[in-house]
Protein backbone atom coordinates (compact mmCIF):
# COMPACT_ATOMS: atom_id res chain seq x y z
CA UNK A 1 0.00 0.00 0.00
CA UNK A 2 1.31 3.47 -1.37
CA UNK A 3 1.12 6.00 1.61
CA UNK A 4 1.49 9.72 0.96
CA UNK A 5 4.00 12.32 2.63
CA UNK A 6 0.92 14.66 2.49
CA UNK A 7 -2.30 14.54 0.82
CA UNK A 8 -3.85 17.98 0.53
CA UNK A 9 -6.79 16.72 -1.40
CA UNK A 10 -8.35 14.70 1.77
CA UNK A 11 -8.51 18.09 3.91
CA UNK A 12 -10.62 19.39 0.65
CA UNK A 13 -12.93 16.95 0.62
CA UNK A 14 -13.56 17.54 4.48
CA UNK A 15 -14.40 21.31 4.39
CA UNK A 16 -14.44 22.06 0.80
CA UNK A 17 -18.63 23.18 0.51
CA UNK A 18 -17.23 25.57 3.30
CA UNK A 19 -14.43 27.10 1.76
CA UNK A 20 -15.90 27.69 -2.03
CA UNK A 21 -18.97 29.03 -0.40
CA UNK A 22 -16.19 31.53 1.83
CA UNK A 23 -14.54 31.85 -1.50
CA UNK A 24 -17.15 33.43 -3.83
CA UNK A 25 -18.33 35.64 -0.95
CA UNK A 26 -14.58 37.38 -1.26
CA UNK A 27 -15.25 37.09 -5.22
CA UNK A 28 -18.62 38.68 -5.23
CA UNK A 29 -17.47 41.68 -2.92
CA UNK A 30 -14.79 42.95 -5.08
CA UNK A 31 -12.23 43.49 -1.94
CA UNK A 32 -9.36 41.40 -2.83
CA UNK A 33 -6.64 42.57 -0.48
CA UNK A 34 -6.78 43.70 2.78
CA UNK A 35 -10.43 44.40 3.47
CA UNK A 36 -12.99 42.90 5.84
CA UNK A 37 -12.04 39.35 4.84
CA UNK A 38 -7.98 40.03 6.24
CA UNK A 39 -8.92 42.09 8.81
CA UNK A 40 -11.81 39.13 9.95
CA UNK A 41 -9.00 36.33 9.65
CA UNK A 42 -6.27 39.12 11.75
CA UNK A 43 -8.74 38.90 14.82
CA UNK A 44 -9.16 35.33 14.79
CA UNK A 45 -5.86 34.45 14.38
CA UNK A 46 -4.47 36.92 17.21
CA UNK A 47 -7.17 35.48 19.39
CA UNK A 48 -5.70 31.38 18.55
CA UNK A 49 -2.31 32.93 19.16
CA UNK A 50 -2.92 34.52 22.19
CA UNK A 51 -1.43 37.95 21.11
CA UNK A 52 -2.78 41.46 20.69
CA UNK A 53 -2.31 41.62 17.18
CA UNK A 54 -2.07 39.67 13.93
CA UNK A 55 -0.80 41.23 10.97
CA UNK A 56 -1.58 39.27 8.09
CA UNK A 57 1.28 39.28 5.20
CA UNK A 58 2.13 37.48 1.94
CA UNK A 59 4.16 34.75 3.26
CA UNK A 60 6.22 33.37 6.25
CA UNK A 61 9.17 34.41 4.31
CA UNK A 62 7.59 38.09 3.94
CA UNK A 63 6.55 37.82 7.79
CA UNK A 64 10.19 37.14 8.94
CA UNK A 65 11.83 39.86 6.68
CA UNK A 66 9.12 42.45 7.71
CA UNK A 67 10.14 41.52 11.38
CA UNK A 68 13.53 42.48 10.80
CA UNK A 69 12.91 45.31 8.62
CA UNK A 70 10.87 46.68 11.48
CA UNK A 71 13.44 46.44 14.31
CA UNK A 72 15.79 48.74 11.71
CA UNK A 73 18.32 45.76 11.25
CA UNK A 74 20.59 45.87 8.32
CA UNK A 75 24.55 46.16 7.66
CA UNK A 76 26.64 45.79 10.60
CA UNK A 77 24.30 44.24 12.27
CA UNK A 78 24.18 40.47 13.51
CA UNK A 79 21.36 38.24 14.25
CA UNK A 80 21.94 35.18 16.33
CA UNK A 81 20.13 32.38 15.06
CA UNK A 82 19.77 28.18 14.07
CA UNK A 83 22.04 26.94 11.48
CA UNK A 84 19.55 23.67 11.05
CA UNK A 85 15.80 24.90 9.59
CA UNK A 86 14.07 25.92 6.30
CA UNK A 87 16.29 28.31 4.11
CA UNK A 88 14.03 31.21 4.72
CA UNK A 89 15.06 31.77 8.11
CA UNK A 90 18.70 32.99 7.54
CA UNK A 91 17.87 34.03 3.73
CA UNK A 92 16.06 36.81 5.63
CA UNK A 93 18.69 37.88 7.93
CA UNK A 94 20.52 37.95 4.98
CA UNK A 95 18.78 39.91 2.41
CA UNK A 96 18.49 42.62 5.16
CA UNK A 97 22.57 43.19 5.03
CA UNK A 98 23.04 41.50 8.60
CA UNK A 99 24.97 38.67 9.53
CA UNK A 100 23.63 35.48 10.23
CA UNK A 101 25.41 34.27 13.67
CA UNK A 102 24.34 30.26 13.96
CA UNK A 103 24.06 28.55 17.39
CA UNK A 104 24.31 24.65 17.16
CA UNK A 105 20.92 22.55 18.05
CA UNK A 106 20.01 20.39 20.98
CA UNK A 107 20.09 17.16 19.59
CA UNK A 108 16.89 15.85 21.07
CA UNK A 109 14.28 18.82 20.11
CA UNK A 110 16.44 19.59 16.88
CA UNK A 111 15.86 23.31 18.21
CA UNK A 112 18.33 26.19 19.01
CA UNK A 113 20.44 25.09 22.50
CA UNK A 114 19.89 28.05 24.24
CA UNK A 115 23.17 27.02 25.89
CA UNK A 116 25.08 28.37 23.11
CA UNK A 117 23.16 31.80 22.62
CA UNK A 118 24.91 33.90 25.22
CA UNK A 119 28.77 32.86 24.51
CA UNK A 120 27.36 34.14 20.47
CA UNK A 121 26.28 37.85 21.75
CA UNK A 122 28.54 40.60 20.76
CA UNK A 123 28.09 44.60 20.86
CA UNK A 124 26.73 43.94 17.06
CA UNK A 125 23.62 41.36 18.26
CA UNK A 126 20.67 43.67 17.51
CA UNK A 127 18.18 40.39 17.73
CA UNK A 128 17.77 36.54 18.82
CA UNK A 129 15.84 34.65 16.02
CA UNK A 130 14.64 30.89 17.15
CA UNK A 131 12.80 28.58 15.27
CA UNK A 132 10.59 26.44 16.66
CA UNK A 133 11.16 23.72 14.52
CA UNK A 134 9.19 20.56 13.41
CA UNK A 135 5.74 21.98 15.49
CA UNK A 136 7.82 22.06 19.06
CA UNK A 137 8.21 25.52 20.52
CA UNK A 138 12.41 26.22 21.39
CA UNK A 139 12.80 26.66 25.18
CA UNK A 140 11.56 29.97 25.02
CA UNK A 141 11.97 30.10 29.26
CA UNK A 142 15.86 30.48 28.40
CA UNK A 143 16.07 32.29 25.74
CA UNK A 144 13.70 35.07 26.71
CA UNK A 145 15.78 35.34 29.92
CA UNK A 146 19.27 35.65 28.29
CA UNK A 147 17.25 37.99 25.68
CA UNK A 148 15.60 40.32 28.98
CA UNK A 149 19.56 40.12 30.42
CA UNK A 150 20.90 41.59 27.39
CA UNK A 151 17.53 43.58 26.40
CA UNK A 152 17.80 42.25 22.86
CA UNK A 153 14.45 41.61 21.02
CA UNK A 154 13.22 38.02 20.17
CA UNK A 155 11.71 37.37 16.84
CA UNK A 156 9.71 33.93 16.56
CA UNK A 157 10.16 31.91 13.49
CA UNK A 158 6.94 29.89 13.99
CA UNK A 159 5.93 28.80 10.59
CA UNK A 160 5.94 25.39 11.87
CA UNK A 161 4.33 25.29 15.43
CA UNK A 162 0.84 27.66 14.91
CA UNK A 163 -0.43 26.46 17.77
CA UNK A 164 2.41 24.85 19.53
CA UNK A 165 2.68 25.94 23.70
CA UNK A 166 5.40 26.06 26.69
CA UNK A 167 5.12 27.32 29.19
CA UNK A 168 1.28 28.74 29.33
CA UNK A 169 2.11 30.52 26.44
CA UNK A 170 1.63 29.93 22.83
CA UNK A 171 4.23 30.18 19.75
CA UNK A 172 4.22 34.04 17.92
CA UNK A 173 3.14 34.77 21.83
CA UNK A 174 6.44 34.71 23.78
CA UNK A 175 9.12 36.97 21.88
CA UNK A 176 8.86 40.76 20.65
CA UNK A 177 7.35 39.13 17.10
CA UNK A 178 6.44 36.02 16.02
CA UNK A 179 6.37 35.06 12.15
CA UNK A 180 3.67 31.96 10.79
CA UNK A 181 3.66 31.07 7.52
CA UNK A 182 0.40 29.68 5.67
CA UNK A 183 2.25 27.81 2.49
CA UNK A 184 0.05 24.92 2.17
CA UNK A 185 1.84 22.35 3.38
CA UNK A 186 1.99 24.07 6.73
CA UNK A 187 -0.81 22.94 9.85
CA UNK A 188 -2.90 26.23 8.69
CA UNK A 189 -2.49 26.51 4.96
CA UNK A 190 -4.11 28.99 2.78
CA UNK A 191 -4.92 27.71 -0.98
CA UNK A 192 -1.67 29.81 -2.00
CA UNK A 193 1.00 31.86 -0.54
CA UNK A 194 0.18 33.22 3.02
CA UNK A 195 1.86 34.71 6.29
CA UNK A 196 1.36 36.80 9.26
CA UNK A 197 3.26 38.63 11.96
CA UNK A 198 1.83 38.24 15.76
CA UNK A 199 2.85 40.70 18.66
CA UNK A 200 2.06 42.57 21.36
CA UNK A 201 3.64 45.86 21.03
CA UNK A 202 1.52 48.19 19.52
CA UNK A 203 4.11 50.21 18.26
CA UNK A 204 5.98 47.40 16.17
CA UNK A 205 2.63 46.48 14.73
CA UNK A 206 1.74 49.49 13.65
CA UNK A 207 5.37 49.69 11.86
CA UNK A 208 5.02 46.43 10.23
CA UNK A 209 1.22 47.43 9.16
CA UNK A 210 2.95 50.73 7.35
CA UNK A 211 5.78 48.45 6.05
CA UNK A 212 3.06 45.97 4.73
CA UNK A 213 2.18 48.54 2.44
CA UNK A 214 5.55 50.47 1.22
CA UNK A 215 6.02 52.52 4.69
CA UNK A 216 3.27 54.86 3.92
CA UNK A 217 1.98 56.35 6.81
CA UNK A 218 -0.89 58.92 5.18
CA UNK A 219 -1.85 58.48 1.26
CA UNK A 220 1.32 58.77 -0.66
CA UNK A 221 3.68 59.72 2.24
CA UNK A 222 6.35 57.33 3.18
CA UNK A 223 8.15 57.88 6.43
CA UNK A 224 9.87 54.39 5.88
CA UNK A 225 10.45 52.10 2.50
CA UNK A 226 8.96 48.65 3.15
CA UNK A 227 7.22 46.63 0.36
CA UNK A 228 3.99 44.88 -1.22
CA UNK A 229 4.00 42.76 1.86
CA UNK A 230 -0.25 42.51 1.67
CA UNK A 231 -2.36 39.50 2.37
CA UNK A 232 -4.77 38.18 -0.23
CA UNK A 233 -7.94 38.67 0.36
CA UNK A 234 -9.31 34.84 -0.59
CA UNK A 235 -6.41 33.56 1.37
CA UNK A 236 -7.78 35.24 4.26
CA UNK A 237 -11.09 33.65 3.56
CA UNK A 238 -9.88 30.30 3.45
CA UNK A 239 -7.54 30.99 6.16
CA UNK A 240 -10.91 31.70 8.63
CA UNK A 241 -12.35 28.69 7.71
CA UNK A 242 -9.57 26.69 8.06
CA UNK A 243 -9.04 27.92 11.61
CA UNK A 244 -12.10 26.80 13.28
CA UNK A 245 -10.61 22.70 12.41
CA UNK A 246 -7.22 23.89 13.03
CA UNK A 247 -7.20 22.55 17.03
CA UNK A 248 -9.19 19.04 15.75
CA UNK A 249 -6.40 19.09 12.95
CA UNK A 250 -3.46 19.16 15.76
CA UNK A 251 -5.62 16.51 17.94
CA UNK A 252 -5.26 14.01 14.77
CA UNK A 253 -1.43 14.59 14.34
CA UNK A 254 -0.98 14.40 17.64
CA UNK A 255 -2.74 11.17 17.91
CA UNK A 256 -0.39 9.94 14.51
CA UNK A 257 2.42 10.53 16.77
CA UNK A 258 1.31 8.39 19.73
CA UNK A 259 0.53 5.52 17.23
CA UNK A 260 4.00 5.90 15.30
CA UNK A 261 5.21 5.50 18.67
CA UNK A 262 3.27 2.44 19.73
CA UNK A 263 3.86 0.78 16.72
CA UNK A 264 7.52 1.48 16.62
CA UNK A 265 7.48 0.33 20.17
CA UNK A 266 5.28 -3.27 19.42
CA UNK A 267 7.97 -4.16 16.67
CA UNK A 268 10.76 -3.51 18.73
CA UNK A 269 12.45 -1.15 16.41
CA UNK A 270 13.32 1.71 19.14
CA UNK A 271 17.12 0.35 19.55
CA UNK A 272 17.43 1.15 16.51
CA UNK A 273 15.09 3.93 15.61
CA UNK A 274 15.39 7.33 17.80
CA UNK A 275 11.42 9.02 18.07
CA UNK A 276 11.06 12.60 19.09
CA UNK A 277 11.22 14.07 21.72
CA UNK A 278 8.15 16.04 23.81
CA UNK A 279 10.08 18.67 25.41
CA UNK A 280 7.18 20.69 26.22
CA UNK A 281 3.41 20.00 26.49
CA UNK A 282 1.74 20.79 23.20
CA UNK A 283 3.70 19.67 20.38
CA UNK A 284 1.82 20.32 16.95
CA UNK A 285 3.81 17.74 14.93
CA UNK A 286 4.21 20.07 11.71
CA UNK A 287 6.66 17.31 11.04
CA UNK A 288 6.88 13.61 12.36
CA UNK A 289 11.25 12.88 12.04
CA UNK A 290 12.88 9.95 12.78
CA UNK A 291 16.57 9.54 13.39
CA UNK A 292 18.43 6.33 12.21
CA UNK A 293 22.21 5.87 11.31
CA UNK A 294 20.89 4.46 8.10
CA UNK A 295 18.93 7.54 7.02
CA UNK A 296 19.87 7.54 3.40
CA UNK A 297 19.42 3.77 2.68
CA UNK A 298 16.41 3.72 4.08
CA UNK A 299 14.88 6.62 2.28
CA UNK A 300 15.36 4.53 -0.63
CA UNK A 301 13.62 1.54 0.70
CA UNK A 302 11.02 3.38 1.68
CA UNK A 303 10.68 5.15 -1.78
CA UNK A 304 10.87 2.05 -3.78
CA UNK A 305 7.72 0.62 -0.99
CA UNK A 306 6.28 3.91 -1.93
CA UNK A 307 6.13 5.56 1.07
CA UNK A 308 6.39 8.89 1.56
CA UNK A 309 9.32 10.13 3.37
CA UNK A 310 11.57 13.35 3.49
CA UNK A 311 14.54 14.95 4.34
CA UNK A 312 14.24 18.41 6.40
CA UNK A 313 17.43 19.60 5.61
CA UNK A 314 19.72 17.61 4.27
CA UNK A 315 22.57 20.78 4.24
CA UNK A 316 22.51 23.02 7.51
CA UNK A 317 23.00 26.89 6.84
CA UNK A 318 26.76 27.16 6.98
CA UNK A 319 27.67 24.26 4.52
CA UNK A 320 25.27 26.49 1.66
CA UNK A 321 27.38 28.27 -0.77
CA UNK A 322 25.40 31.13 -0.62
CA UNK A 323 26.40 31.70 3.32
CA UNK A 324 30.48 30.67 2.37
CA UNK A 325 31.25 34.55 3.08
CA UNK A 326 30.32 34.19 7.16
CA UNK A 327 33.38 31.91 7.35
CA UNK A 328 31.46 28.90 8.80
CA UNK A 329 33.36 24.99 7.89
CA UNK A 330 32.03 22.00 8.21
CA UNK A 331 32.48 20.62 11.73
CA UNK A 332 31.14 24.04 13.14
CA UNK A 333 27.87 22.78 14.39
CA UNK A 334 28.37 19.12 14.70
CA UNK A 335 24.78 18.32 15.98
CA UNK A 336 22.99 20.36 13.11
CA UNK A 337 25.41 18.35 10.95
CA UNK A 338 24.52 14.80 12.20
CA UNK A 339 21.06 15.47 12.39
CA UNK A 340 20.92 16.49 8.32
CA UNK A 341 22.99 13.05 8.18
CA UNK A 342 20.48 10.85 10.16
CA UNK A 343 16.61 12.44 10.26
CA UNK A 344 13.65 11.73 8.26
CA UNK A 345 10.30 13.23 8.72
CA UNK A 346 7.57 10.12 7.84
CA UNK A 347 3.96 11.21 6.78
CA UNK A 348 1.91 12.86 9.26
CA UNK A 349 -1.60 14.83 8.62
CA UNK A 350 -4.76 14.98 9.81
CA UNK A 351 -6.53 11.95 7.74
CA UNK A 352 -3.52 9.79 8.09
CA UNK A 353 -5.34 6.21 9.05
CA UNK A 354 -3.91 4.06 11.92
CA UNK A 355 -3.51 1.36 8.91
CA UNK A 356 -1.23 3.90 6.64
CA UNK A 357 0.84 4.46 10.02
CA UNK A 358 1.49 0.56 10.57
CA UNK A 359 2.32 0.15 6.57
CA UNK A 360 5.15 2.97 7.40
CA UNK A 361 6.55 0.88 10.49
CA UNK A 362 6.16 -2.23 9.07
CA UNK A 363 8.06 -1.33 5.95
CA UNK A 364 10.85 0.40 8.38
CA UNK A 365 10.65 -2.97 9.79
CA UNK A 366 10.71 -5.00 7.18
CA UNK A 367 14.67 -2.80 6.13
CA UNK A 368 16.04 -2.84 9.51
CA UNK A 369 15.57 -6.20 10.40
C1 LIG B 1 7.76 27.46 5.64
C2 LIG B 1 8.79 28.12 6.48
C3 LIG B 1 9.17 29.47 6.27
C4 LIG B 1 8.75 30.26 5.08
O1 LIG B 1 7.40 30.36 4.84
P1 LIG B 1 6.83 30.67 3.37
O2 LIG B 1 5.39 30.94 3.63
O3 LIG B 1 7.05 29.44 2.55
O4 LIG B 1 7.54 31.84 2.83
C5 LIG B 1 10.06 30.04 7.15
N1 LIG B 1 10.58 29.35 8.17
C6 LIG B 1 10.28 28.06 8.40
C7 LIG B 1 10.88 27.35 9.57
C8 LIG B 1 9.39 27.40 7.55
O5 LIG B 1 9.10 26.11 7.77
Request: net charge negative.
Amino acid sequence: MAVPLLDLKRQYQTIGAELEAALIEVARSGLYTGGPAVEGFEQAAAAYCGVEHAIGVSSGTDAILISLMALGIGAGDEVITTPYSFFATAGCVRRTGAKAVFVDIDPQTYNIDPAGIEPAITENTKAILPVHLYGQCADMEAINEIASRHNLPVIEDAAQAIGAECAGLRAGGFGLAGAFSFYPTKNLGAMGEGGMVTTNDADFADTVRRLRNHGMSAQYRHEQIGGNFRMHALQAAALTVKLRYLDDWTVRRQHVAATYRRCFEEAGLTDRVTLPVEQFERHVYHQYVIRTERRDELLTALREQQIGCNIFYPLSFHEQPCFADLGYKKGDFPQAELASEQTLALPVFAELTDAEIAEVVDAIGRFLD
